[in-house]
């Protein structure tokens, strides 16, 4: 059974940096893309950042580029989301995803097979 496991989500400031962490168990191969996405309180849930299974390709929505950097770790089946400069905007659940396609469209909720249960993110004073 698959399983991804969230953490590092937790109140901060704006303008501070953190790093998110999924774990994933349970995966038959490495080849599975994975994606980071987000849900604040009254919306649809979003895409955030993406990692092809090679760790070559990434993909960001535009208001995170520059910002947040996806990384993974496959000997750790471990994705990152180093977030910095933080802005209230950015407080959500954040939720990891993973998927095996044969094409690559990172930003569809429907290319991906599992999820996680979600790390709150807070960015307030």
């Known amino acids: 059974q698959v399983q991804l496991v969230e953490s590092g989500g937790r109140l901060v400031q704006p303008g501070d940096s953190l790093r998110l962490s999924c774990t994933a168990s349970?995966?038959?191969?490495?080849?599975?893309?994975m994606g980071w996405f987000r849900q604040a309180p009254g919306k649809e849930r979003e895409f955030v950042a993406a990692?092809?299974?090679?760790?070559?390709?990434?993909s960001y929505t535009d208001s995170v580029q520059g910002r947040f950097t996806i990384s993974r770790d496959n000997a750790k089946n471990t994705v990152y989301l180093q977030m910095n400069s933080l802005k209230p905007e950015d407080a959500a659940v954040y939720f990891c995803?993973?998927?095996?396609?044969?094409?690559?469209?990172?930003?569809?909720?429907?290319?991906?097979?599992?999820w996680g249960q979600g790390t709150q993110v807070t960015v307030s004073h």
């Open positions: 995803a993973a998927g095996v396609r044969p094409g690559w469209s990172p930003t569809s909720i429907h290319e991906y097979d599992y």
């Open positions: 990692i092809r299974w090679t760790g070559r390709l990434t």
């Open positions: 349970g995966l038959t191969s490495v080849n599975y893309n």
